[in-house]
């Protein structure tokens, strides 16, 4: 915070500059808002380190939707607080801002986590699809290879219960056809 404000104060203080015959004053910084900004960042962060998630949450989104202060950290933390507190929507939002930034490792954390809401509504080709996005953006990202195979594995899973379910189906169909023909037969 020393650091915010003394660059604040550098910036405000500075000279204005004289180019032929229009002077161009500093930019007005708001030391008031960079404050408010610290002081609920510094609470957000208290509070879901409290595990309290939604308090955490509707901080973090007003960081971003009303102060207007969206740096990639806050974004992650907005969504991980959503994430916690069970606003699935919200966090899917605020995790697709992340993926559109330039920071491979946040973008990684980002598609490994839209993975885990696409495992979590079972759509496995999609939650696939995010964790190799996961993967490509970040190539140690142990937690997002580790939950790609687990995917890959129920998806296989479910296509061999598919398979047999779908078999099984049959063979019944089979038996009660010959039943059929043995009673039209009686």
């Given at each position: 915070m020393k650091f915010v404000l003394l660059l604040a104060w550098s910036l405000y203080s500075g000279d204005t500059v004289s180019t032929q015959s229009?002077?161009?004053?500093?930019?007005k910084i708001d030391l008031h808002a960079i404050a408010r900004i610290n002081k609920l960042n510094?609470?957000?962060?208290?509070?879901?380190?409290?595990?309290?998630?939604?308090?955490?949450?509707?901080?973090y989104a007003r960081l971003t939707d009303t102060l207007k202060h969206?740096?990639?950290?806050?974004?992650?933390?907005?969504?991980?607080?959503?994430?916690?507190?069970g606003k699935t929507k919200e966090s899917e939002v605020a995790y697709q801002q992340l993926i559109k930034g330039k920071d491979k490792?946040?973008?990684?954390?980002?598609?490994?986590?839209?993975?885990?809401?696409?495992?979590?509504?079972?759509?496995?080709?999609?939650?696939?699809?995010?964790?190799?996005?996961?993967l490509v953006n970040d190539p140690l990202n142990e937690q997002a290879r580790y939950d790609y195979e687990l995917a890959l594995k129920?998806?296989?899973?479910?296509?061999k219960q598919d398979q047999s379910s779908s078999k099984n189906k049959k063979e019944e169909e089979k038996k009660k056809e010959e039943e059929k023909k043995k009673q039209e037969q009686q």
């Open positions: 229009n002077a161009i004053a500093p930019a510094q609470s957000a962060s208290e509070a879901y380190q409290n595990k309290e998630y939604e308090k955490a949450y509707l901080q969206s740096s990639p950290e806050i974004l992650l933390n907005k969504a991980t607080s959503a994430f916690r507190a490792k946040l973008k990684s954390i980002a598609y490994q986590q839209l993975g885990l809401l696409a495992l979590k509504d079972n759509k496995k080709d999609e939650a696939l699809e995010h964790f190799k996005n996961a129920q998806k296989l899973q479910q296509q």
